[in-house]
């Protein structure tokens, strides 16, 4: 991306985000407005029901989530602007985080049965939901790592301000994987993460 365009680009997505009465602080020309990118991975076997994807007691940031505590800390928001649903499967029962951070994430999921993707997800940030959808709504046409952003669910872009609790969950119910099998579902918040000051 060219010079002009990154300045248009952090121009609207200040605008966006001037307008939301939830900023805790002001976008000024000290603000840092940089590509990112927010995930969490959980393992969901066998699971049914509503499984939550973040929570709040998860206070490490890993190869298995980068949210702290399931919020942004002061100073920092989010502007999401899409949502990337990959998974992993695995011919054994996942035991512990660090199998799960090893896994390979992809969006394609031909290999897996097609009734899982009939779950679905909600995400609510701060006690109010902002998206409400099947899985299979929400797959990429594209899978690899070099079409991770463009094969995004594209979402009307949405704030998630300051220390505001971000609850992903997802309601499962089919879950199709063995008993001696586990999967493993990634959930990707692709924006812009917006920090006062520039730190």
């Given at each position: 991306?060219?010079?002009?365009?990154?300045?248009?680009?952090?121009?609207?997505?200040?605008?966006?985000v001037s307008q939301?009465?939830?900023?805790?602080f002001e976008v000024d020309r000290n603000t840092l407005i940089e590509k990112d990118i927010l995930f969490t991975r959980i393992a969901l076997g066998t699971k049914t029901g509503i499984q939550e994807l973040l929570k709040p007691q998860d206070n490490e940031m890993?190869?298995?989530?980068?949210?702290?505590?399931?919020?942004?800390a002061g100073g920092t928001a989010f502007l999401v602007t899409s949502i990337v649903i990959s998974h992993a499967g695995h011919t054994a029962v996942i035991k512990n985080e660090a199998e799960l951070a090893k896994l390979t994430y992809s969006g394609e999921f031909a290999k897996?049965?097609?009734?899982?993707?009939?779950?679905e997800l909600s995400l609510k940030i701060g006690g109010k939901e902002k998206i409400k959808a099947a899985l299979r709504h929400m797959m990429p046409?594209?899978?690899?790592?070099?079409?991770?952003?463009?094969?995004?669910?594209?979402?009307?872009?949405?704030?998630?301000p300051s220390n505001q609790v971000i609850l992903p969950a997802l309601n499962i119910y089919a879950n199709p994987t063995a008993a001696d099998k586990d999967v493993a579902l990634e959930i990707a918040l692709v924006g812009y993460r917006i920090t006062a000051n520039g730190k």
């Open positions: 991306m060219n010079l002009v365009d990154q300045i248009k680009l952090q121009s609207a997505v200040s605008q966006i939301d009465e939830r900023m805790s890993d190869g298995v989530r980068n949210i702290s505590n399931a919020k942004l897996t049965d097609s009734s899982f993707f009939n779950n046409q594209e899978a690899g790592d070099e079409k991770f952003v463009e094969s995004g669910y594209a979402v009307s872009p949405f704030l998630i």
